[in-house]
């Protein structure tokens, strides 16, 4: 079937499209979105997707990399990270992200280096080197916290009142900073180690953790094939202790490497059960608190993933993912991340024919689903979004006038994670006298998680 763009304008305000794709009120339902892996052997950050399989062949696969042994502008000893053992060959290092500003933490297990997402507004490149500091010496019962093995970052602070970074050495868990961004100073210690609640055999130990904002309560995985559900202090977490290894069929080898919530379902206003991401460095595996498969999402559709590997460690981010094909050379996307509140979060455009002008078709999931797969015919074009079901919509933006046009659109606090939202973009390419030809985008979809 074929579809006029300009009918789909009939009763909708642009004012009011514009209300509801930027302020996301919306009923959820909850998805995944990317990862990150470190590999220490590389000296390589790693952001991936999961494998395609669901509507449309969505996700379209994502790859990039860029390198971790990248000086950072700060000078004090010991020196900047550098290459480390790589999995399965070592349990040491790991990375970790803070939703809220966009940025990235890698760990040799010494030094903690904090490194920039891309961003079309300042022209900055994914992995530009922006703070690095050293692990404080954090006291237990028998001396100093070792070198790391595991971090994972609450950005709210729910416990300590501050951004923290949960990291292990693989007996004990502690809070640390990180430092101010640019002060290349030590990280204070914000919450005291200690260690989980359920005892691992002699040579076992924790290999990362993962904060879970639902419960205010920590998942640590083990060199044994388990993961811990720990509270803050060292309590028993509300999840107790279960076996991952070889879950779902997926072949998971009892050395876990890096754990990481998917904070779409942290916690979910449909009520399922938070879900996490978990691998031996090779493997990687969809799973929800309980250890059972997590039910299968538009980003994860494939429940058994591989990974760019060997990976030390995983950490969650709440980028978007393609979906569909373009006609053209124009693609959509977004930057920064989808979390609420998200004030880095935007659109892009890259690739626009000029002279044209550009609008803005967009879904969201109720009644559902938000987009067309196959997709619908519009304009002689594939219209992967639907804008025609409310609250979905059709926003006329602006003439075409750069390669690359990024659209900020911050996304405010207080918004149920899951609230699913899929973009795409039509170009009149003959905006003096408008009514076609058209061309248009690949889609986008972003997911509202929590920070």
Same mark, same amino acid.
């Given at each position: 079937?074929?579809?006029?763009?300009?009918?789909?304008?009939?009763?909708?305000? #642009?004012?009011?499209?514009?209300?509801?794709?930027?302020?996301?009120?919306?009923?959820?339902?909850?998805?995944?979105?990317?990862?990150?892996?470190?590999?220490?052997?590389?000296?390589?950050?790693?952001?991936?997707?999961?494998?395609?399989?669901?509507?449309?062949?969505?996700?379209?696969?994502?790859?990039?990399?860029?390198?971790?042994?990248?000086? @950072?502008?700060?000078?004090?000893?010991?020196?900047?990270?550098?290459?480390?053992?790589?999995?399965?060959?070592?349990?040491?290092?790991?990375?970790?992200?803070?939703?809220?500003?966009?940025?990235?933490?890698?760990?040799?297990?010494?030094?903690?280096?904090?490194?920039?997402?891309?961003?079309?507004?300042?022209?900055?490149?994914?992995? #530009?080197?922006?703070?690095? &500091?050293?692990?404080?010496?954090?006291?237990?019962?028998?001396?100093?916290?070792?070198? $790391?093995?595991?971090?994972?970052?609450?950005?709210?602070?729910?416990?300590?009142?501050?951004?923290?970074?949960?990291?292990?050495?693989?007996?004990?868990?502690?809070?640390?900073?990180?430092?101010?961004?640019?002060?290349?100073?030590?990280?204070?210690?914000?919450?005291? @180690?200690?260690?989980?609640?359920?005892?691992l055999p002699v040579g076992a130990i924790l290999t990362d953790v993962t904060w879970d904002p639902s419960t205010a309560s920590l998942l640590a995985c083990d060199s044994i094939g388990t993961?811990?559900?720990?509270?803050?202090?060292?309590?028993?977490?509300?999840?107790?202790?279960?076996?991952?290894?070889?879950?779902?069929?997926?072949? $998971?080898?009892?050395?876990?490497?890096?754990?990481?919530?998917?904070?779409?379902?942290?916690?979910?206003?449909?009520?399922? $059960?938070?879900? &996490?991401?978990? #691998?031996?460095?090779?493997?990687?595996?969809?799973?929800?608190?309980?250890?059972?498969?997590?039910?299968?999402?538009?980003?994860?559709?494939?429940?058994?993933?591989?990974?760019?590997?060997?990976?030390?460690?995983? @950490?969650? %981010?709440?980028?978007?993912? %393609?979906?569909?094909?373009?006609?053209?050379?124009?693609?959509?996307? #977004?930057?920064?991340?989808?979390?609420s509140p998200g004030p880095t979060f935007g659109l892009f455009l890259a690739g626009a024919p000029m002279p044209s002008f550009v609008w803005v078709a967009y879904g969201v999931n109720v009644?559902?689903?938000?987009? &067309?797969?196959?997709?619908?015919?519009?304009?002689? %074009?594939?219209?992967?979004?639907?804008?025609?079901?409310?609250?979905?919509?059709?926003?006329?933006?602006?003439?075409?006038?750069?390669?690359?046009?990024?659209?900020?659109?911050?996304?405010?606090?207080?918004?149920?994670?899951?609230?699913?939202?899929?973009?795409?973009?039509?170009?009149?390419?003959?905006?003096?006298?408008?009514?076609?030809?058209? $061309?248009?985008?690949?889609?986008? %979809? &972003?997911?509202?998680?929590?920070?």
């Open positions: 079937m074929t579809f006029s763009l300009p009918r789909a304008l009939h009763g909708v305000t #642009t004012g009011l499209a514009a209300a509801l794709l930027l302020t996301g009120l919306f009923v959820p339902d909850g998805q995944a979105q990317r990862l990150y892996g470190i590999d220490g052997g590389a000296g390589a950050v790693y952001e991936f997707s999961a494998l395609p399989g669901g509507p449309c062949g969505a996700p379209i696969p994502f790859g990039a990399f860029w390198p971790y042994a990248v000086p @950072a502008p700060c000078a004090f000893p010991p020196p900047p990270p550098g290459p480390f053992p790589p999995a399965p060959g070592g349990f040491m290092g790991d990375i970790a992200a803070n939703r809220l500003t966009d940025t990235v933490f890698a760990t040799d297990g010494f030094v903690i280096e904090e490194y920039a997402e891309f961003s079309p507004i300042t022209g900055v490149a994914p992995g #530009t080197p922006i703070n690095a &500091f050293p692990v404080p010496p954090i006291g237990t019962p028998f001396g100093i916290m070792g070198p $790391l093995t595991g971090m994972g970052m609450d950005p709210l602070g729910a416990v300590t009142g501050a951004p923290t970074l949960w990291v292990t050495d693989g007996a004990f868990i502690a809070g640390i900073g990180p430092s101010a961004p640019g002060s290349c100073a030590p990280a204070p210690v914000l919450f005291p @180690a200690f260690p989980s609640p359920f005892p993961v811990h559900s720990i509270v803050p202090g060292g309590g028993a977490g509300p999840f107790a202790i279960f076996p991952v290894a070889g879950a779902a069929g997926c072949g $998971l080898a009892p050395g876990l490497q890096g754990i990481a919530m998917d904070l779409a379902t942290t916690p979910s206003a449909l009520g399922t $059960l938070p879900a &996490f991401y978990v #691998t031996d460095g090779f493997v990687m595996t969809y799973l929800d608190v309980t250890g059972a498969p997590a039910a299968p999402t538009f980003y994860t559709p494939v429940m058994c993933n591989g990974t760019p590997g060997p990976i030390n460690g995983l @950490a969650y %981010n709440s980028h978007g993912n %393609n979906y569909g094909a373009a006609p053209g050379a124009a693609t959509a996307g #977004t930057f920064g991340q989808s979390s009644p559902g689903p938000g987009f &067309f797969c196959p997709p619908l015919i519009a304009v002689g %074009n594939p219209l992967y979004t639907d804008p025609f079901t409310p609250p979905g919509g059709l926003i006329p933006l602006a003439a075409a006038i750069a390669p690359l046009m990024p659209i900020p659109a911050p996304i405010p606090g207080g918004l149920p994670a899951g609230v699913e939202v899929y973009v795409q973009f039509f170009m009149d390419l003959t905006p003096a006298a408008p009514g076609g030809p058209w $061309l248009s985008t690949d889609a986008v %979809n &972003f997911t509202i998680t929590t920070p």
